[in-house]
């Protein structure tokens, strides 16, 4: 499988990541309408649409008939994969990738050939459709190569993506294409004419391109190339590598007092509990057992990753400090963040130590608490006065235990929180804040991976339909129990003369305007009073794993979600919504295509709106009395989880500091050493000193995928608890429209078109964060993350 591990000038961040991650109408308008396009939901539709919202996720026998409208009307045709008719069967998957080939071969000739001030003018727009028209096939083939349950689907999606990320792969290497645009761009006529999103995407390719090593010579180009396949390579061998030194522990079972009796039982073995060092039964154990002495053997070979493993990760570091230095960079580090909102290591290192500064009240009381019941011990022998690594989680767990005794079983809440509730919850939030609201819509024969997927109509008061949700969220065997939102295609406006030059292509569609969209979701832009032009729609999939309980369609019972389930549903319904709300005109700025350290702004920031009272009083009901919740249950659990926060955030910093040293120069050193860089950052920040001898960097994954930006969740935390404070009035706003629309206004509406420090700034009403820099960044660590 091709791989690169550097963004390419013609892959979106967001493909990027995706890869190495890899570890609408009512029911009766659809009788009526069958056809691709959406019904025009007027106002009286919508407490119509808001029932059928909640039905088709809580009843079984319901989404049963509401899906089988369609296909009572159906001529037996596929419609294809997300009603893309290249997509009907496996062998569609290549047609549609050298379908797509030829567009991206006329448009690169056209690139290379302008001469003129009229043909340069168009530059930008058409380096940006040349990227949409790669990302078409590789963020959609990427998806269902790794969701479809037809093995033959796969392999023909994996052939798709391979083909165009080998033509991409060759366009890096083009150097015209830089050099026609940097020409363009220094033209004064040129640049001004752009509006300020074809601006910044010309920026972002050119960045984008110097990074790709474009501006070096030729042999230089040959050796960045291969020294980024070397390192995807290698930072896959160790991703999928993770793996303990010692892989398994024995004891007595007389040892292992404390520990729940059924996992004991599981493990035991003629008198001898075989633990395996990593996985759920370890850290059930270092919760549980009494005896410190196990405790500590646990702890050290749950923390120890192979020597194996830990070359890989070291060759890795050493290939990147070798890329940025060919690169002309101080480190790679320095290479990852020119176009993060960081910018350096140094201002990120700077935000590290004043979110430090911040936590360290909170981390030392946490500390001291569980000094307290340590002492309390009776045991003789566990040195009271100090608390050891393999210490925390024992007597953590203890302190949370009698803190549940108090109140009622934290699952009780789940009863008010049914899926079908929790979307309609989330329907009516955004219709409050943003008037949108997310509408069901029938699925045609072959549209949807699986028969369980239901897909939504995003539906504006004011520009009516702008976006599709496909929502695959229920368990089932063989499927990835990770969440995740996947935009399948960006937002971009397609031009008349696009769907002029689709007219005269042969192609399976009934139009012009779909052959343009490859059939995907349009709608007519609301600016084009010609109505030549059409919104390709930002087209999302969302992905969970919550358990139906063995729910079937004679079940009157609906899924439940924890408490936990539904923060998690809204965090990856906020970057839905930074999709749908970032409807740009053109694709490199769509959505969530924005800087790394920006993306989860909007999903942090949801996760505050799930745990509001005047969020949940939307929604949150009994399913079978139809009670409303009582929000002392709420705040109960809340209570628990910030109880020991301190300590999560520390364990955050640290992971931020480590990928901070690890990609700075030290790699480049022939005495590198990485565990005695995690040690020395470690005992010298943590409250708590790491054990000699361990060696957990093995296992963090994410100094791959995430390297130099691991940073950025904290930073977004911190972002999203001022903008909830300040613009959400701390939730008394947050089912507020002129909140929402400040919100959308300064931050969900621009993508990735205007740079973070901006849109933070204007949100909050702080124009001195517009330029971004070390003290704003030491600023935003002075915010904290406490929620």
């Known amino acids: 499988m091709l791989k690169r ?191 300020e999103e074809e601006q910044v995407v010309a920026q972002i390719l050119m960045r984008d391109f110097s990074k790709s090593a474009i501006d070096l010579p030729e042999g230089a180009r040959h050796k960045f190339v291969d020294l980024s396949n070397d390192i ?98 101080e480190s790679f580090a320095h290479m990852a963040l020119t176009d993060k909102m960081a910018g350096t290591p140094e201002a990120v290192n700077q935000f590290l130590q004043a979110l430090v500064a911040d936590n360290h009240i909170q981390v030392n009381n946490e500390l001291q608490e569980l000094l307290e019941l340590k002492k309390s011990d009776a045991r003789q022998d566990n040195f009271p006065g100090r608390l050891n690594a393999w210490d925390r989680d024992y007597y953590t767990q203890q302190l949370i235990s009698s803190l549940r005794t108090r109140i009622r079983s934290p699952d009780f809440l789940s009863s008010y929180f049914s899926l079908g509730t929790v979307m309609q919850g989330l329907s009516r939030l955004f219709s409050r804040l943003y008037g949108i609201r997310l509408v069901p819509h029938e699925t045609l024969p072959g549209e949807t991976w699986n028969t369980d997927v239901r897909r939504l109509d995003v539906i504006d008061e004011n520009e009516g339909h702008i976006a599709v949700v496909y929502c695959d969220l229920f368990s089932r065997p063989g499927k990835n129990p990770n969440p995740a939102h996947f935009t399948l295609r960006c937002s971009r406006l397609i031009s008349g003369e696009e769907i002029a030059e689709a007219a005269n292509t042969t192609h399976p569609f009934a139009s012009p305007v779909e052959a343009a969209t490859d059939g995907m979701a349009s709608s007519p832009d609301p600016a084009d009073p010609t109505g030549n032009s059409v919104y390709q729609l930002p087209t999302i999939a969302l992905i969970c794993d919550f358990d139906t309980h063995g729910q079937t369609i004679h079940s009157a019972r609906p899924t439940l979600l924890s408490f936990r389930e539904v923060q998690t549903l809204f965090h990856e319904m906020g970057h839905a919504i930074h999709s749908i709300c970032g409807r740009t ?24 709106f799930a745990a509001a009272p005047e969020v949940l009083a939307l929604f949150a009901r009994h399913y079978e009395t139809d009670s409303p919740l009582p929000y002392r249950l709420v705040e109960e659990r809340l209570a628990i989880d910030r109880r020991l926060s301190g300590a999560e955030t520390e364990a955050q910093i640290l992971l931020a500091m480590l990928d901070q040293a690890y990609h700075s120069r030290l790699p480049a050193a022939e005495s590198f050493s990485s565990s005695r860089v995690y040690h020395n950052i470690y005992n010298e920040h943590s409250t708590i000193p790491e054990p000699a001898g361990t060696a957990w960097q093995g296992f963090f994954g994410h100094l791959f995928g995430y390297g130099a930006t691991y940073y950025s969740y904290l930073f977004d935390r911190a972002i999203a608890g001022k903008v909830w404070a300040q613009v959400f009035g701390a939730g008394k706003a947050s089912v507020d429209r002129a909140a929402g629309a400040r919100y959308r206004d300064e931050v969900l509406r621009w993508g990735g078109g205007r740079d973070g420090w901006r849109c ?28």
Request: proline share 4%.
């Open 585 to 608: 005109k053109l694709q490199n700025v769509s959505g969530t295509r924005c800087a790394t350290d920006f993306a989860e702004l909007p999903s942090v920031l949801m996760e505050h």
């Open 760 to 787: 933070v700034a204007g949100v909050l009403g702080r124009p001195e964060l517009s330029e971004g820099g070390t003290e704003a960044m030491k600023e935003v660590g002075r915010w904290g993350v406490r929620d």
């Open 5 to 195: 591990s550097q963004r390419q000038a013609w892959t979106c961040a967001a493909c990027l990541r995706l890869q190495h991650r890899r570890l609408g109408s009512s029911l009766a308008a659809a009788a009526a309408q069958v056809d691709r396009s959406p019904a025009t939901h007027s106002a009286p539709d919508a407490a119509h649409d808001d029932r059928v919202l909640r039905r088709i996720f809580d009843s079984p026998t319901f989404w049963k008939e509401f899906s089988a409208q369609t296909r009572k009307q159906s001529t037996g045709q596929l419609a294809g994969l997300f009603q893309n008719r290249y997509l009907t069967k496996p062998e569609g998957f290549q047609h549609f990738a050298e379908v797509t080939l030829q567009k991206c071969i006329k448009i690169v000739d056209k690139v290379l050939a302008a001469s003129t001030i009229e043909e340069y003018r168009s530059l930008s727009r058409d380096l940006d459709r040349l990227s949409d028209l790669l990302c078409r096939v590789i963020d959609l083939a990427d998806f269902v190569r790794s969701t479809h349950p037809d093995p033959r689907i796969q392999a023909a999606a994996t052939q798709a993506y391979a083909i165009m990320f080998e033509y991409m792969n060759r366009l890096n290497t083009t150097t015209g294409l830089n050099d026609q645009l940097k020409k363009a761009a220094l033209i004064p006529e040129i640049w001004n004419s752009w509006t």
């Open 232 to 329: 995807t390579h290698t930072g896959t061998d160790f991703v999928d590598g993770m793996a303990p030194e010692k892989p398994y522990l024995k004891f007595d079972s007389a040892r292992m007092k404390g520990m729940d009796p059924n996992l004991a039982r599981n493990l035991t073995r003629w008198g001898k509990i075989t633990l395996p060092a990593i996985g759920m039964p370890a850290m059930m154990a270092l919760r549980t057992v009494e005896d410190p002495d196990v405790r500590r053997e646990i702890y050290m070979a749950n923390r120890t990753a192979s020597k194996g493993n830990i070359s890989k990760l070291e060759k890795m570091l050493k290939l990147r400090a070798e890329l940025a230095e060919l690169s002309g960079y």
